[in-house]
């Protein structure tokens, strides 16, 4: 019975203060930007989100153009310039730039690097837009998600 309970103690810990989605986000990025020092980066990014609570800044993205680009040459393997509709909508979810029930229309043409950029850019512009006021209710998603309580 003392098991249990210290089993759900834990796991309503880890709900409450999101834990496991912290984690999942961390280990996402150090995947994805596979940089030299682990430890060091994810210092530094725990930092930023930290310093963006503190603040009351917008959530902050940490996609340059130079790490869309990549992340679009990932996706075109073939080098073909090029990527499919479904590459496309999966990248934007990925980045959190779309939700699962958006409804994105495949207008039939092909995303290239340039319309890849664009829109990952306005959709991040977008949402930086929605998140200037820290009462606005998408910061304190993003917050209660990702930053430090």
């Keep these: ?3 249990s309970n210290r089993e759900l103690q ?9 834990i496991k989605e912290l984690v999942s986000y961390l280990t996402s990025a150090l ?23 503190v ?9 340059d153009n130079s790490n869309i680009v990549a992340m679009f040459e990932m996706m075109d393997s073939s080098g073909r310039g ?8 999966e990248a934007l979810k990925t ?4 939700t699962e029930d958006e409804d994105l229309k495949d207008d039939g043409h092909i995303i ?7 829109e990952v850019n306005k959709r991040m512009k977008e949402i930086c837009e929605k998140t200037k006021g820290k009462d606005s209710e998408s910061y304190q998603t993003a917050a209660g ?3 430090l309580h």
Excluded: N, W
């Design 1 to 3: 019975m003392e098991t």
């Design 10 to 18: 834990a796991a309503e810990y880890l709900e409450r203060h999101q």
């Design 31 to 53: 995947l994805f930007f596979r940089p030299e020092k682990p430890r060091e980066y994810l210092i530094s990014l725990l930092e930023r989100l930290r310093i963006a609570k």
């Design 55 to 63: 603040t009351g800044v917008a959530f902050p993205f940490f996609m």
């Design 82 to 89: 090029t990527i499919s509709f479904v590459q496309y909508k």
């Design 95 to 98: 980045l959190g730039l779309c």
């Design 112 to 118: 290239t690097l340039d319309k890849f950029k664009e």
């Design 145 to 147: 998600l990702l930053l």
